[in-house]
């Protein structure tokens, strides 16, 4: 069970069969039980449903196809589907129904940064500049704020909780 859609749509994550090897992501309708595939593969992660239900995050990697590799936005109704620049390939959680935020995994870089990414539009930005706002995010431990304005994380070298204000 990956979440409610609607009061009346699941999103579902299974196998067509136990040998299968592959993983499908898909919704079903309680009302009249159709389903609808979203994704399909070996390696799929990471599903994240934004706020209203409109949209899917998740990611692939180490697929044998490496197409297949990186983050994904998916709409739940099928219509959609749109994968983010490589250099996009991180952490990610949802600022609003919309709009998601991703720390892009930069093992050399001296700081983190926050990009937004449109899922509408597919409409990238930039929301923070390491040059003027350096901070480190540890293990993973960072949450939006429900008004989707507020970033709070535990920043490694301190281990203080922190609060980085979004631009709008």
Not at 8 to 31: A, I, K, Y
Request: proline share 5%; glycine share 10%; hydrophobic share 40%.
């Amino acid at each position: 069970f990956g979440g409610w859609i609607s009061d009346d749509v699941m999103l579902l994550s299974g196998r067509d069969s136990l040998d299968d090897r592959e993983q499908v992501l898909f919704t079903v309708s309680l009302l009249d039980g159709g389903r609808v595939e979203l994704a399909r593969g070996e390696r799929l992660r990471g599903g994240l449903l934004s706020p209203e239900g409109l949209w899917l995050a998740y990611f692939v990697a180490l697929d044998q196809d490496p197409a297949q590799n990186g983050v994904w936005l998916v709409s739940t109704d099928g219509s959609e589907r749109h994968k983010l620049g490589r250099d996009l390939f991180g952490a990610y959680q949802w600022r609003d129904s919309h709009r998601l935020l991703v720390i892009p995994f930069q093992p050399e870089a001296e700081s983190h940064e926050i990009w937004e990414v449109d899922a509408d539009t597919g409409q990238v930005r930039q929301l923070s500049d390491p040059e003027l706002t350096p901070f480190n995010i540890a293990n993973g431990d960072w949450t939006v704020s429900p008004d989707g304005r507020y970033v709070a994380f535990v920043e490694s070298g301190d281990r203080n909780i922190w609060l980085l204000r979004l631009p709008d």
